[in-house]
Protein backbone atom coordinates (compact mmCIF):
# COMPACT_ATOMS: atom_id res chain seq x y z
CA UNK A 1 0.00 0.00 0.00
CA UNK A 2 0.36 3.69 0.03
CA UNK A 3 3.52 4.62 2.53
CA UNK A 4 5.54 7.83 3.32
CA UNK A 5 8.91 7.51 5.28
CA UNK A 6 10.69 10.38 7.18
CA UNK A 7 13.84 10.05 9.69
CA UNK A 8 12.07 11.22 13.07
CA UNK A 9 15.49 13.31 14.24
CA UNK A 10 17.29 16.74 12.61
CA UNK A 11 19.22 19.09 14.54
CA UNK A 12 20.93 21.88 13.32
CA UNK A 13 23.01 25.26 14.25
CA UNK A 14 21.08 28.24 14.14
CA UNK A 15 22.16 30.15 10.57
CA UNK A 16 22.63 26.67 8.97
CA UNK A 17 20.62 25.24 6.37
CA UNK A 18 18.59 22.29 7.25
CA UNK A 19 17.59 19.55 4.67
CA UNK A 20 14.68 17.38 6.00
CA UNK A 21 14.15 14.38 3.45
CA UNK A 22 11.19 11.92 2.62
CA UNK A 23 10.77 9.11 0.62
CA UNK A 24 7.05 8.08 -0.87
CA UNK A 25 5.59 4.81 -2.57
CA UNK A 26 2.72 6.11 -4.51
CA UNK A 27 3.80 6.29 -7.76
CA UNK A 28 0.29 8.26 -8.91
CA UNK A 29 0.87 11.44 -6.58
CA UNK A 30 -0.72 14.41 -7.40
CA UNK A 31 0.90 16.34 -5.13
CA UNK A 32 2.99 16.57 -1.94
CA UNK A 33 3.00 18.67 0.97
CA UNK A 34 5.46 19.90 3.91
CA UNK A 35 3.43 20.74 6.78
CA UNK A 36 4.93 22.49 10.28
CA UNK A 37 3.70 21.84 13.85
CA UNK A 38 4.65 23.48 16.10
CA UNK A 39 4.53 22.57 20.02
CA UNK A 40 1.26 22.12 20.86
CA UNK A 41 -0.36 23.84 17.29
CA UNK A 42 -2.58 22.46 15.00
CA UNK A 43 -0.82 21.82 10.89
CA UNK A 44 0.50 24.80 9.38
CA UNK A 45 0.68 24.19 5.26
CA UNK A 46 4.47 25.20 4.24
CA UNK A 47 4.59 24.84 1.26
CA UNK A 48 3.72 22.22 -1.67
CA UNK A 49 4.81 20.74 -5.11
CA UNK A 50 3.13 19.50 -8.50
CA UNK A 51 3.95 16.07 -9.10
CA UNK A 52 5.26 17.12 -12.87
CA UNK A 53 7.38 19.85 -10.74
CA UNK A 54 11.18 18.93 -10.09
CA UNK A 55 11.88 21.86 -7.72
CA UNK A 56 9.77 24.94 -5.84
CA UNK A 57 10.93 27.68 -4.10
CA UNK A 58 9.47 30.12 -1.67
CA UNK A 59 11.48 32.58 0.17
CA UNK A 60 13.56 30.52 2.83
CA UNK A 61 11.83 27.36 1.60
CA UNK A 62 13.34 24.95 -1.65
CA UNK A 63 11.40 22.08 -2.33
CA UNK A 64 12.91 19.17 -4.33
CA UNK A 65 10.99 16.12 -5.92
CA UNK A 66 12.85 13.14 -7.81
CA UNK A 67 10.05 11.78 -9.38
CA UNK A 68 12.16 8.74 -10.40
CA UNK A 69 13.36 8.26 -6.95
CA UNK A 70 10.01 8.89 -4.95
CA UNK A 71 12.07 11.63 -2.98
CA UNK A 72 11.01 14.94 -1.72
CA UNK A 73 13.03 17.22 0.38
CA UNK A 74 12.40 20.65 2.15
CA UNK A 75 15.35 23.03 2.36
CA UNK A 76 15.15 25.45 4.58
CA UNK A 77 17.45 28.45 4.43
CA UNK A 78 18.89 30.16 7.26
CA UNK A 79 17.56 28.16 9.86
CA UNK A 80 16.20 30.32 12.56
CA UNK A 81 15.34 29.15 16.19
CA UNK A 82 11.73 29.90 15.22
CA UNK A 83 11.88 27.30 12.68
CA UNK A 84 11.65 24.12 15.36
CA UNK A 85 9.09 22.27 15.07
CA UNK A 86 7.81 18.68 13.62
CA UNK A 87 7.57 18.88 9.94
CA UNK A 88 5.48 16.72 8.40
CA UNK A 89 5.65 15.23 4.46
CA UNK A 90 2.39 13.93 2.95
CA UNK A 91 1.39 12.95 -0.82
CA UNK A 92 -1.63 12.81 -2.06
CA UNK A 93 -2.35 9.88 -3.95
CA UNK A 94 -5.73 9.12 -6.57
CA UNK A 95 -8.61 9.17 -3.29
CA UNK A 96 -9.76 12.43 -3.82
CA UNK A 97 -8.81 14.53 -0.59
CA UNK A 98 -7.13 11.71 1.28
CA UNK A 99 -3.36 12.81 2.38
CA UNK A 100 -0.93 10.16 3.44
CA UNK A 101 1.52 11.44 5.86
CA UNK A 102 5.20 10.57 6.75
CA UNK A 103 5.99 9.85 10.95
CA UNK A 104 7.16 13.91 11.10
CA UNK A 105 10.79 15.15 11.69
CA UNK A 106 11.30 16.88 14.66
CA UNK A 107 13.60 19.97 14.10
CA UNK A 108 15.81 21.10 16.71
CA UNK A 109 17.50 24.42 16.13
CA UNK A 110 20.64 25.15 18.66
CA UNK A 111 22.03 28.78 18.85
CA UNK B 1 -13.15 33.65 5.09
CA UNK B 2 -12.22 29.71 4.23
CA UNK B 3 -12.25 27.58 7.36
CA UNK B 4 -12.61 24.27 9.06
CA UNK B 5 -14.13 24.38 12.89
CA UNK B 6 -13.61 21.33 15.13
CA UNK B 7 -15.26 21.45 18.71
CA UNK B 8 -14.36 20.40 21.50
CA UNK B 9 -10.35 21.26 21.43
CA UNK B 10 -9.53 19.77 24.31
CA UNK B 11 -11.50 17.07 26.04
CA UNK B 12 -11.08 14.61 28.82
CA UNK B 13 -13.22 12.20 29.06
CA UNK B 14 -13.74 8.77 30.97
CA UNK B 15 -13.87 5.10 28.75
CA UNK B 16 -17.44 4.03 27.71
CA UNK B 17 -18.73 7.79 27.75
CA UNK B 18 -20.16 8.47 24.46
CA UNK B 19 -18.46 11.48 22.58
CA UNK B 20 -18.75 13.52 19.20
CA UNK B 21 -16.44 16.07 17.79
CA UNK B 22 -17.87 17.99 15.49
CA UNK B 23 -16.48 19.30 12.60
CA UNK B 24 -17.91 22.09 9.99
CA UNK B 25 -16.83 23.87 6.83
CA UNK B 26 -17.82 27.00 5.22
CA UNK B 27 -16.24 26.23 1.75
CA UNK B 28 -18.82 23.70 0.23
CA UNK B 29 -16.04 20.93 -0.23
CA UNK B 30 -17.37 17.68 -0.95
CA UNK B 31 -14.49 15.55 0.70
CA UNK B 32 -14.25 15.78 4.21
CA UNK B 33 -12.26 13.49 6.36
CA UNK B 34 -11.06 12.54 9.95
CA UNK B 35 -7.13 11.92 10.74
CA UNK B 36 -5.28 11.09 14.47
CA UNK B 37 -1.63 11.89 14.83
CA UNK B 38 0.31 9.73 17.21
CA UNK B 39 3.69 10.54 18.04
CA UNK B 40 6.35 8.48 15.71
CA UNK B 41 2.99 7.49 13.35
CA UNK B 42 2.32 10.99 12.30
CA UNK B 43 -1.20 11.48 10.75
CA UNK B 44 -3.54 8.17 9.62
CA UNK B 45 -6.95 8.60 8.06
CA UNK B 46 -10.07 7.26 10.40
CA UNK B 47 -12.56 7.98 7.80
CA UNK B 48 -13.53 10.41 4.63
CA UNK B 49 -16.99 11.54 2.93
CA UNK B 50 -17.51 12.02 -0.94
CA UNK B 51 -20.24 13.67 -0.65
CA UNK B 52 -23.59 14.01 1.41
CA UNK B 53 -24.22 10.28 2.74
CA UNK B 54 -21.38 9.01 1.47
CA UNK B 55 -18.66 7.81 4.05
CA UNK B 56 -16.03 5.36 3.99
CA UNK B 57 -13.09 3.86 6.11
CA UNK B 58 -10.32 5.13 6.11
CA UNK B 59 -6.74 3.53 7.20
CA UNK B 60 -7.70 3.41 11.44
CA UNK B 61 -11.78 3.13 11.79
CA UNK B 62 -12.21 0.68 14.35
CA UNK B 63 -13.82 2.47 17.36
CA UNK B 64 -15.42 5.56 15.03
CA UNK B 65 -18.56 6.31 13.52
CA UNK B 66 -19.24 9.43 11.15
CA UNK B 67 -21.87 10.74 9.20
CA UNK B 68 -22.46 12.75 6.51
CA UNK B 69 -25.76 14.56 6.43
CA UNK B 70 -25.09 18.19 5.58
CA UNK B 71 -22.23 18.98 3.27
CA UNK B 72 -20.83 21.47 5.84
CA UNK B 73 -20.89 19.09 8.84
CA UNK B 74 -18.74 15.50 9.13
CA UNK B 75 -19.20 14.69 12.97
CA UNK B 76 -16.58 12.31 14.07
CA UNK B 77 -18.32 9.65 16.82
CA UNK B 78 -16.87 7.50 19.71
CA UNK B 79 -19.41 5.11 20.89
CA UNK B 80 -17.67 3.54 23.27
CA UNK B 81 -13.93 5.87 24.00
CA UNK B 82 -11.26 3.71 25.23
CA UNK B 83 -7.52 5.04 26.12
CA UNK B 84 -6.07 4.01 23.14
CA UNK B 85 -8.11 6.49 21.59
CA UNK B 86 -6.11 9.42 23.40
CA UNK B 87 -4.84 11.13 20.59
CA UNK B 88 -5.10 14.74 18.91
CA UNK B 89 -7.86 14.51 15.72
CA UNK B 90 -7.72 16.88 12.88
CA UNK B 91 -10.81 17.24 10.38
CA UNK B 92 -10.17 18.11 6.85
CA UNK B 93 -11.95 19.14 3.75
CA UNK B 94 -10.92 19.98 0.19
CA UNK B 95 -12.57 20.03 -3.02
CA UNK B 96 -12.53 16.42 -4.94
CA UNK B 97 -9.33 17.52 -6.88
CA UNK B 98 -8.02 20.74 -5.26
CA UNK B 99 -4.93 21.34 -4.65
CA UNK B 100 -5.52 22.50 -1.21
CA UNK B 101 -6.80 20.53 1.84
CA UNK B 102 -7.76 22.41 4.96
CA UNK B 103 -7.06 21.49 8.27
CA UNK B 104 -9.54 22.16 11.37
CA UNK B 105 -6.91 23.04 14.50
CA UNK B 106 -7.37 20.09 16.29
CA UNK B 107 -8.79 18.30 18.91
CA UNK B 108 -6.71 17.08 21.70
CA UNK B 109 -8.71 14.14 23.48
CA UNK B 110 -7.99 11.88 26.50
CA UNK B 111 -9.65 9.03 27.41
CA UNK B 112 -8.94 7.80 31.37
Known amino acids: GEDVEQSLFLSVREGDSSVINCTYTDSSSTYLYWYKQEPGAGLQL???????????????????LN????????????????????????????????????????????? | EAQVTQNPRYLITVTGKKLTV???????????????????????????SMNVEVTDKGDVPEGYKVSRKEKRNFPLILESPS??????????????????????????????
Open chain 1, 67 to 111: KKDKHLSLRIADTQTGDSAIYFCAERGNQGGKLIFGQGTELSVKP
Open chain 2, 83 to 112: PNQTSLYFCASSLYSGNTIYFGEGSWLTVV
Open chain 2, 22 to 48: TCSQNMNHEYMSWYRQDPGLGLRQIYY
Open chain 1, 46 to 64: LTYIFSNMDMKQDQRLTVL
